[in-house]
């Protein structure tokens, strides 16, 4: 399991943690309605440490959640968070029905030098290949071990793959433990000791994100509610700036004219657009990706920002297929224009299986008969 720097590699002036996803949250709403909680009762964000957005992503059953939660718990005990029990975070019936995460689910924690927004991300098929670049491992579940030398082949070979993939493998922090034990305090050094260990290394061994705050303003909307103010994890919020995860408060509209995909932005700062060139990269079946080729007018769903639009993919000249594994160059047309700048990721999925993904190169005209066929 890792720990991401998931915000590093959006353009640093989108206020928004992706992990294909909506991942940080942000939550327009009208203001009018009962209120969620009473507002005398809320306290208000200070921003005296820098602000990370991270995420934890592995695979299913490894132990996610449990790892969030005893963060939590550890940190709790300092003041430095609210204790989120297992059940808190995958809070869904059908999340506590099956016992995994479905929907990311969104926690804050300060350590000794830094405030995180943490996204405890569901199974790792739809955040592979996402560009991230800053990890630091959590080998979990060390209780379940008896053999040390066991341990060290794992911390081995996690090393030799990080160094496969283009990561310092050799520098990487690779932390052994059980969130468990630190969830039921058994076993201090695989438990309390190795979560303290975790944080220490996030802290510092994960870059603090530069964020140009001179850029125009542009915030995804991921969902409506009734909020006071602006606010940042139940908290009053008298600034908001690039990465932060907040709701607010916007007056003269109504609620049903807005809806999850919109943004905010300064006016004439930015247009949507309906085709453009991209370099993707499509997972192998090995991946969980598709697990044949595909050809030109394949339609996919693209995933950027909060918004998904359908495309139809056509293939460079001279190219009949793709293959999956393959990373190439596609021309990608929407069926409606959307928010899309030069930089800007996004994943495709087919169905319900992410099957690739890619960034923005280059923005194209729509020219006659490009719309057709919808």
């Known amino acids: 399991m890792a720990l991401h720097n998931l915000a590093k590699y959006l353009p640093s002036w989108v206020p928004f943690l992706h992990v294909h996803f909506s991942a940080t949250r942000f939550i327009l709403v009208d203001g009018r309605g009962p209120m969620n909680y009473a507002t005398e009762a809320k306290k208000t964000y200070t921003r005296e440490k820098p602000h990370v957005n991270i995420g934890t992503i592995g695979h299913v059953d490894h132990g996610k959640t449990t790892l969030t939660a005893a963060i939590t718990k550890i940190l709790a005990e300092a003041g430095g968070a609210k204790f989120k029990k297992y059940e808190e975070i995958d809070n869904a019936p059908e999340e506590k029905a099956r016992g995994i995460t479905i929907n ?39 209780d379940a071990v008896d053999d040390k030398e066991m341990l060290d082949l794992v911390e081995l070979e996690i090393r030799e793959l990080l160094t496969e993939f283009g990561y310092d493998g050799e520098n990487t922090p690779v ?73 607010a408060l916007v007056r003269g509209l109504k609620r049903e004219d807005v809806k999850r995909g919109m943004v905010m932005c300064k006016p004439g700062s930015i247009k949507p657009h309906q085709k453009v060139q991209a370099q993707v990269y499509i997972l192998s079946k090995e991946e969980g990706g598709r697990h044949k080729p ?31 594994g393959e990373d190439t160059s596609l021309i990608m047309t929407l069926r409606q224009p959307m928010v899309l700048e030069k930089g800007q990721r996004f994943t495709l999925r087919d169905g319900n299986k992410t099957i690739g993904t890619g960034i923005v190169t280059d923005i194209l005209e729509i020219k006659p008969g490009d719309e057709e066929g919808w």
């Open 175 to 247: 932390i052994t433990g059980s969130a468990l034990c630190a969830l039921e305090n058994r076993d201090p050094e695989l438990g309390i000791n190795s979560i303290m260990k975790l944080l220490d290394a996030v802290d510092t061994y994960i870059p603090i994100p530069t964020r140009d705050l001179d850029k125009p303003f542009l915030l995804p909307v991921e969902s409506v509610y009734s909020i006071p103010g602006i606010e940042m994890f139940h908290k009053n919020l008298d600034r908001a700036e690039a990465g932060d995860n907040l709701g």
């Open 104 to 142: 990311a689910s969104h926690v804050e924690y300060t350590t000794a030098n830094r405030h995180y927004g943490h996204t405890d991300c569901p199974g790792h098929a739809d955040y592979v290949k996402i560009g991230v670049q800053n990890i630091v491992v959590f080998i979990n579940k060390a």
């Open 294 to 324: 595909f050809v030109s007018n394949f339609l996919p769903v693209m995933f950027s920002l909060t918004w998904d639009m359908a495309v139809r993919v056509t293939l460079p000249e001279g190219k009949e297929m793709v293959m999956p």
